[in-house]
């Protein structure tokens, strides 16, 4: 999945999106682990690899996306950040190396929907990975795409931005697609464009499973930017999944 047109207006689509909160599950999963270089798999418009940048990090941002990625490196030359920009499809990602932490969030392997291909994102994540580096991702839970997303719609009118937001149901349990139409504010004059987007999520067993037989050890799972277990439960809405590279 590629995000197209809608690149141009991300950052207004996304203004409520919890960045703060995945930076700060991140520092807390860390703890005192001393670590240095940070990958950030599907890292979109940088928000997250730039908030980690200001922390100390070395942070390398990869996305499939170019017009995201133009808009992350103009976002951190303006707040004078250095940070490495790549353009690799994850699955084929290649030429890491040296990675203390690779993270994955906003549900970014959900747009990865085959197991193949999430087993070889996983595979090619633990090889980038220094010995004893982590790998931290998050996906919407079976719940969430079940309960609250599929046959919904959902729409916004902003001061230069409205949009209409249907999800449908896919065939198979955890699967769903995203039919997006925008209208946009330009020149005093509204533009239309749509976007398309597929998404599927699967049990905890499977990401659980698929880790470890790439090599991962120690797999831990939590819930909803919480480290505290009461949180992850049957109705939970985003699953936080931290494995090792041991």
Known sequence: MVYKQMAYVYDKFMADAPYDEWVHFTQSVLGDRQIKRIADLGCGTGEISIRLRELGFEIIGIDYSEDMLTYAASKANEKNVSVTWLHQDLTEMEGLEGIDLAISYCDVINYITGKAQIKEVFRRTYNSLNQSGMFIFDVHSIFQVEQNYKNQTFADV?????????????????????????????NGKYVRFDEYHHERTYPIS?????????????????????????????????????????
């Open 158 to 186: 902003l001061e230069d931005m409205s949009y209409i937001w249907f999800c449908s149901e896919g065939e198979e349990t955890g699967e769903m697609f995203h039919d997006l139409t925008f209208f946009v504010l330009d």
């Open 206 to 246: 499977f990401y659980k499973k698929t880790l470890k037989e790439v090599g991962f050890t120690n797999v831990k799972v939590y819930a909803d930017f919480s480290l505290e277990p009461e949180h992850l439960h049957d109705q939970s809405e985003r699953i936080f999944f931290v494995a090792e590279k041991t």
